[in-house]
């Protein structure tokens, strides 16, 4: 047996990567994605040591199972496969999660999801896609016995459609055709927030979800240092950034900022420092005394690192 309740063999397969070829692509164009910005994780079911322990109805639904990933790590996912019976509804809740400040959360989902033409006797009720949800709250207020599992109290991130699916061929050679999708939704204002899956009809394997926020890093810049700042609430956001002028440097014409943008990323310079009378530019990132070099013979410069 394939798929159902009482057999879930592909699905165990898909958890238990190790030994297995796997096959993926990254995001779409047009979608979010993370890039190259310092990021800071909020929950990553990957470091997991112990079971999850997220919320599931019903029971015949989502089924949290342990695993390996494709180096042989030890991982925690969650699975459903009931494509025999019409009319699913299955949803997972996870633990409350703080948003420590962020404004806007990225979230990176890597599963797979078993091919419906490749099911035999299949109803038209089998899917190849599932939902993405969030509940804001200021505190811990779900359990097994307080969760909600409707769609009323929730906000839609997005339909999550696999860009690769695969079938009992794909299994039978052992190729486990993984897909990473990265959504992000925001603003945010409360404490924290649930995330909720819901399925309604798919075989498939959620093998981790990592949760996260995008931040400019600290820089020196003409000589000033900005600190590090989180983005905004929306990708498209510029958050203003005041420097401060390093030792033995004042500012020019205008207050000096920048500005950091939904990836991340560091725009928009606007003014600068400049070395004070007596003292010379060393690399934009430190101005050193001409004076005290003169007569000591050796530079008292305080560098900066450029980060």
Aim: net charge neutral.
């Amino acid at each position: 047996m394939l798929c159902g309740n009482g057999g879930r063999d592909w699905n165990d397969a898909a958890a238990n990567q190790g030994s297995s070829r796997i096959s993926g692509k990254p995001p779409a164009a047009g979608r979010s994605k993370e890039g190259f910005s310092p990021t800071e994780t909020l929950m990553d079911t990957r470091t997991a040591t112990a079971e999850l322990g997220w919320t599931a109805n019903p029971a015949s639904g989502w089924e949290e199972v342990s695993g390996y990933d494709e180096n042989l790590n030890t991982i925690r996912t969650y699975q459903v496969c009931n494509v025999f019976e019409p009319n699913q509804n299955n949803w997972l809740l996870t633990t409350f999660i703080n948003r420590r400040g962020a404004h806007r959360i990225y979230t990176e989902m890597r599963f797979t999801v078993r091919d419906c033409s490749s099911l035999p006797n299949v109803p038209g009720s089998c899917k190849e896609t599932f939902n993405l949800y969030y509940y804001e709250t200021d505190s811990v207020i779900a359990t097994k016995k307080s969760a909600f599992w409707s769609e009323a109290p929730y906000l839609k991130v997005d339909t999550i459609a696999a860009d690769e699916s695969f079938s009992q061929v794909d299994f039978g050679g052992r190729l486990m055709k993984v897909n990473t999708e990265v959504r992000s939704f925001g603003p945010l204002t409360r404490n924290g927030f649930y995330l909720a899956f819901q399925d309604y009809g798919a075989c498939m394997s959620l093998l981790s979800v990592r949760v996260f926020f995008k931040k400019c890093p600290s820089i020196v810049q003409n000589f000033a240092v900005f600190p590090e700042t989180m983005t905004g609430a929306e990708s498209t956001s510029l958050v203003i950034a005041r420097g401060t002028c390093i030792p033995n440097a004042e500012e020019v014409d205008v207050p000096i900022k920048l500005y950091c943008n939904g990836d991340g990323e560091w725009m928009v310079p606007i003014g600068r420092c400049t070395c004070k009378p007596g003292y010379e530019a060393e690399n934009s990132v430190a101005c050193k005394d001409l004076k005290r070099e003169r007569t000591a013979g050796h530079s008292q410069t305080q560098i900066y690192p450029l980060l």
